[in-house]
Nanobody, 124 residues
Framework: QVQLVESGGGLVQAGGSLRLSCAAS????????VGWFRQAPGEERDFVAA????????YYADFVKGRFTISRDNARNTVYLQMNNLKPEDTADYYC?????????????????WGQGTQVTVSS
């Protein structure tokens, strides 16, 4: 069983930065692949970024490439999403999720565990 808790969301002006954290419980978290997703009101949940378990390979949605960086600190059981040059269209609830095969995937069906989300609002 893995429990995920996101933090770091808030209100920021366009062009600003935020760093989201996804803190996990569970001894085997380092073996899980982790993804970040986001959902704006009335919209589908979209893939943002993912990272593999051991090698730390990363995978990004096209709309965040060059602006967002996913990383992990397995010693702290935490995955981060550094978000730079934020735009109003980045406004959404952001969720982290973990899957037990250690891969980085955009497929929501592969993720077993989800956090409760953290809200990000970018003002223009």
């Amino acid at each position: 069983q893995v429990q995920l808790v996101e933090s770091g969301g808030g209100l920021v002006q366009a062009g600003g930065s935020l760093r989201l954290s996804c803190a996990a419980s569970g001894r085997t978290f380092s073996s899980y692949g982790v993804g970040w997703f986001r959902q704006a009101p009335g919209e589908e949940r979209d893939f943002v970024a993912a990272i593999t378990s051991s090698s730390g390979r990363t995978y990004y949605a096209d709309f965040v490439k060059g602006r967002f960086t996913i990383s992990r600190d397995n010693a702290r059981n935490t995955v981060y999403l550094q978000m730079n040059n934020l735009k109003p269209e980045d406004t959404a609830d952001y969720y982290c999720a973990a899957e037990p095969w250690g891969t980085a995937t955009r497929d929501t069906q592969r993720y077993y565990y989800w956090g409760q989300g953290t809200q990000v609002t970018v003002s223009s």
